[in-house]
């Protein structure tokens, strides 16, 4: 909590230290005085053979080094026990990206007819054209948003705030939300006594659900699915962070400098930002591999 992490991060951290402090006592661990390195090896081991991957027990590891930091600074352990103590080896895999055509294919898919329709296409236009996150995009409120100067205000992970230029094309479906479809899903909720109260927590969201309410990363992801299945997109293709992926694959392949990308996408690191130049060449090889003439499925005359 003093680092600003989010509260599904803090989740995640209290159930590896849990499951931590469990083995540590079935072990005979009882006080933190008590643990010892092979506790900590004895508990990652358990983590692979319950099938975690690697990802997941490296962020284990994590929640584990800063508890042994805590219990050194406080005196409750007189040494760190997690000197030597490797993190599991990752493999990297390429984040799923869309293709340019398929992401326009997706967006007509919201055609903006009717409120939801002209919710839907606002969502999706800022989801790709600024790049955020979905957890972002929900909850993305009224003062967040410049529409004059085409700003987005976000707050990220960590609660690090950054701000996101919008393209004409996101400024457009917001304007059309905002004059056509938001004012319809207020008014509608408030014509619903029974909505009165989930109007409310609503009023200072940007997005809306059918019912006032501020939109929810699972009903986004409902919709969004939908969405998908009128563009003929396969739907486990398809998901919020893969437009955010399509965002900064798009900009590097255009000529977007890795800096800038990485300011966009709120990365504190550049190494996170840097794999999307792997997705670029992967797709520049794939043109080749099609178009040339000496690729190996090019057209035969």
């Not at 529409?147 to 457009?172: D, H, I, M, Q, T």
Request: charged share 30%; net charge positive.
């Amino acid at each position: 909590m003093e680092r600003g992490l989010s509260p599904r991060t803090i989740e995640a951290y209290g159930h590896d230290l849990q499951r931590l402090v469990e083995r540590a006592e079935r072990a005979g661990a009882l006080r933190p005085a008590d643990l010892a390195r092979e506790h900590l090896s004895a508990w990652l081991q358990g983590l692979e053979r319950e099938g975690l991957s690697a990802r997941s027990r490296a962020r284990a590891l994590v929640s584990a080094r800063r508890f042994v930091r805590h219990l050194t600074a406080t005196g409750a352990l007189r040494r760190d026990v997690l000197v030597g103590v490797g993190a599991p080896r990752q493999s990297q895999a390429l984040p799923r990206t869309l293709r340019p055509d398929e992401t326009e294919a997706l967006l007509g898919a919201a055609d903006g007819a009717g409120v939801l329709g002209l919710r839907d296409r606002a969502m999706l236009e800022c989801l790709y054209g600024a790049g955020l996150r979905v957890s972002e995009l929900c909850a993305l409120p009224l003062g967040g948003l410049d529409r004059r100067r085409g700003l987005v205000r976000v707050v990220g992970k960590g609660r690090r705030e950054r701000l996101v230029p919008l393209g004409a094309p996101a400024l457009e479906a917001l304007d059309a939300y905002f004059e056509r479809a938001r004012p319809a899903l207020v008014r509608r909720a408030r014509e619903s006594g029974s909505a009165r109260g989930r109007a409310s927590a609503g009023a200072d969201a940007v997005f809306l659900s059918n019912r006032g309410s501020a939109m929810t990363r699972q009903n986004f992801f409902v919709r969004l699915r939908a969405l998908a299945r009128a563009a003929g997109i396969p739907q486990d293709r398809v998901s919020p962070h893969v437009l955010r992926h399509a965002f900064a694959t798009d900009l590097l392949e255009g000529g977007a400098d890795l800096r800038s990308v990485q300011a966009m996408l709120g990365h504190v690191d550049l190494a996170t930002t840097q794999i999307y130049t792997h997705v670029s060449r992967r797709r520049l090889r794939e043109s080749v591999e099609k178009y040339h003439p000496r690729g190996a499925r090019a057209p035969r005359p």
